[in-house]
């Protein structure tokens, strides 16, 4: 098993920076690709930013494109999301996971708990 715990998340006015730390713990063997995901209310969960923890090679969505940049700490098992020019319409709950793709739809093997990022106007 791998256990995800996201942190960083909070309250942020719009225009600010934020950023998220996932740090992995357990059988991390398998975990090739790391990848964020966020979900607003009322919406489905969507891709925000992946990595290959291996090559380093990343893949976001266009929504975050520029402004959110997505990078790995190998030696602490770390992945980080750190968000740029943030928007109201960026507010939702994030959450890391893991597994040995990296894909941009939620078909990953492992989930973190979530951690809330609001962005005000």
């Known amino acids: 098993q791998v256990q995800l715990v996201e942190s960083g998340g909070g309250l942020v006015q719009a225009g600010g920076s934020l950023k998220l730390s996932c740090a992995a713990s357990?059988?991390?063997?398998?975990?090739?690709?790391m990848g964020w995901f966020r979900q607003a209310p009322g919406k489905e969960r969507e891709f925000v930013a992946g990595i290959k923890r291996s090559t380093g090679s990343t893949a976001y969505a266009d929504s975050v494109k520029g402004r959110f940049t997505i990078s790995r700490d190998n030696a602490k098992n770390t992945v980080y999301l750190q968000m740029s020019s943030l928007r109201p319409a960026d507010t939702a709950v994030y959450y890391c996971?893991?597994?040995?793709?990296?894909?941009?739809?939620?078909?990953?093997?492992?989930w973190g708990q979530g951690t809330q990022v609001t962005v005000s106007s």
């Open positions: 996971a893991a597994g040995p793709l990296l894909i941009r739809t939620a078909a990953y093997d492992y």
């Open positions: 357990g059988r991390t063997g398998g975990t090739y690709a």
